[in-house]
């Protein structure tokens, strides 16, 4: 399987020569597939760039039905996405290619999409063609299938200028506005430190390695994932909600893309060795979750929600009550979700693999805390209690979560911890599931003869195990199992401290400076500490979080286009806290 490795191998030459193109309605994948042939003859079957496809398609069809996209790029076989709302990135880096699969209507696209295009596909009549404007980058390109005269007008409008007469169905135009647009921002200078080796910090190496980065990794314990990423194993499963809200939608992209980065990286084994060996696959499973309802209300609204989006059997299944105490094997009285693609990993092992990924462009400085960074001309320094310099690097990654506010820089950030206490139970000693099952609680498959049950969310910083916090858990497995079991067993477990933010968010991005006072009405106005970006808060999903919002922050500080819609984007800007304070001076 194809390894994000080989990503960077040749990133260094790539990342500064990048084709964004825009088809505004994907169809059968003929236009892409021809765009893809002059891509790959334009060096002897390897593309001088890197070919970025944007491709935008009322939803996502079966690959099955596109027998000659298939049949061009066998590779997409194993990542193509299940149909739901949303923007779906895969990864080709054999090909020199990302292609982008944004599902919904190009309308409500178009306003969405955070990239600088160098080349648009109008295949069908588009309602807004001016909307272009704000994605055209200069001297960009654009071919529109028979267009008519408030076509024509409509691109003039938009900066566009026609060239030639049209070839067979298509007309050509060139991006000619003199509006000023702010210039392509240059390429970074791809050195950088990354604080922490959670899963945060291991993502963050992986993906701006895959892009030709140097970097120094700072941990203050003596390996990967001692804290919060330190759990014997992570559920992954997705969110969902009436509404189709801002956490549901993030919460998908994230569970989505997690699992195609975790492919790449060799994919999911329940049998690979554990965190302590130094190499070896990401041991998990995708044995499906099942999410038991609460009550008669929760059950309604489970099946309301599946009914309502109409999500394919593959994403989620609502099972009533028989259907639901079949799989668990156990009496439940209302239904579930089940999510057959979801299952459990062991965090530490997720940051291994990603951190093998990375090769020789990964320096690691372990037992080491960073304390104090400061900004000397164009380099962070960062220096430990004693002041002693750990590493300088134009570019600061703060992926160590709640240690980040020990920092001046990320002092005023509102975040805070939470405290879960993990069960662990001998298998034998309490029913061993096939898969994972979660109500108030969650309780795992057996992970090396050890059962998960947990976790607790308590307002402490104690790290001593708790016998309460053991029974709280032991009572919630009854209420899902429908009776007692675990009395008596040994207090065992693990005890881990969740970084939060107030609205339950990730912190992505540019860190904001919140030394001015001036009054601020939009993000984008927020004054910003040069080079310094955060990845924090991920909460009870750090191990979907991970890996998009790793790239994510790679998109930004290599100025390609975002994995995610803007609106999601702006959800997760570490300054919106900061803005809404501006906002009320």
């Not at 892409?32 to 003859?41: E, M, Q």
């Not at 947990?454 to 053991?470: C, F, N, V």
Request: glycine share 8%; with cysteine.
């Amino acid at each position: 399987m194809t390894s994000h490795a080989s990503d960077t191998r040749s990133a260094s030459t790539v990342a500064d020569s990048r084709h964004v193109v825009l088809d505004t309605a994907f169809g059968s994948g003929a236009q892409f597939l021809a765009t893809l042939a002059r891509h790959r003859s334009a060096a002897g079957g390897a593309g001088a760039s890197h070919l970025h496809y944007l491709a935008i398609m009322p939803s996502v069809p079966g690959l099955s039905t596109l027998a000659a996209l298939a049949q061009a790029v066998p590779a997409l076989a194993a990542q193509w996405p299940v149909d739901v709302p949303g923007l779906h990135r895969l990864h080709l880096p054999a090909e020199r290619l990302t292609l982008d699969l944004l599902a919904g209507p190009a309308e409500a696209w178009l306003p969405e999409i955070v990239a600088r295009v160098d080349e648009f596909i109008i295949d069908r009549p588009l309602e807004h063609i001016r909307a272009l404007q704000c994605l055209a980058a200069p001297a960009s390109t654009l071919r529109i299938r028979r267009p008519d005269e408030h076509a024509l007008r409509s691109l003039r409008a938009a900066g566009f200028t026609v060239t030639g007469e049209p070839e067979g169905e298509w007309q050509h135009a060139a991006y000619t506005s003199r509006k000023p647009q702010p210039p392509r921002a240059p390429s970074p200078e791809r050195r950088a430190i990354v604080i922490g080796a959670g899963v945060a910090g291991s993502a963050a190496c992986e993906r701006l390695a895959a892009r030709g980065w140097q970097l120094t990794l700072i941990e203050r314990h003596g390996a990967p994932a001692q804290e919060a990423s330190g759990n014997r194993a992570g559920i992954f499963m997705p969110l969902l909600s009436k509404d189709d809200n801002i956490p549901t939608r993030l919460a998908r992209a994230a569970y989505l893309y997690a699992q195609r980065a975790w492919q790449h990286l060799g994919g999911l084994d329940p049998h690979a060795p554990g965190p302590d060996a130094e190499a070896g696959a990401i041991r998990g499973n995708r044995c499906g979750v099942l999410q038991l309802a609460r009550d008669a209300e929760h059950a309604r609204l489970q099946k309301d929600v599946v009914d309502t989006w109409r999500y394919p059997e593959r994403y989620v299944r609502w099972l009533d009550a028989v259907q639901a105490s079949a799989m668990l094997g156990a009496p439940t009285p209302y239904g579930a979700w089940h999510f057959p693609e979801g299952g459990w990993a062991t965090p530490a092992t997720a940051c291994r693999a990603m951190l093998q990924a990375c090769g020789d462009k990964l320096r690691r400085v372990f037992h080491s805390e960073a304390l104090h960074i400061e900004r000397v001309q164009d380099e962070w320094r960062v220096c430990d209690a004693w002041g002693r310099l750990l590493a300088a690097a134009p570019t600061v990654v703060l992926a160590n979560g709640a240690g980040a506010t020990a920092l001046e820089q990320a002092r005023a950030l509102p975040l805070y911890t939470m405290r879960g206490q993990v069960t662990h139970l001998e298998e034998g000693s309490f029913p061993s599931l096939k898969l994972v099952v979660c109500r108030e609680a969650y309780m795992t498959p057996p992970v090396d003869g050890i059962v998960c049950v947990g976790a607790t969310y308590d307002k402490s910083s104690e790290r001593q195990l708790w016998q309460s916090s053991q029974d709280e858990n032991l009572l919630r497995a009854e209420e899902i199992l429908g009776s007692p079991h675990g009395a008596g067993a040994p207090l065992q477990g693990r005890v881990g401290f969740r970084t939060m933010a107030p609205d339950r968010l990730p912190l992505v991005g540019p860190l904001p400076d919140s030394a001015g006072e001036a009054r601020t009405e939009r993000l984008r106005d927020l004054p910003r500490h040069a080079g310094l970006h955060a990845l924090l808060g991920y909460a009870s999903r750090g191990l979907i979080w991970a890996p998009l919002a790793a790239e994510i922050l790679a998109c930004q500080l290599e100025d390609e286009p975002l994995p995610i819609e803007a609106t999601l984007a702006a959800a997760l800007d570490p300054g919106r806290f900061l803005l809404k304070q501006r906002r009320k001076l």
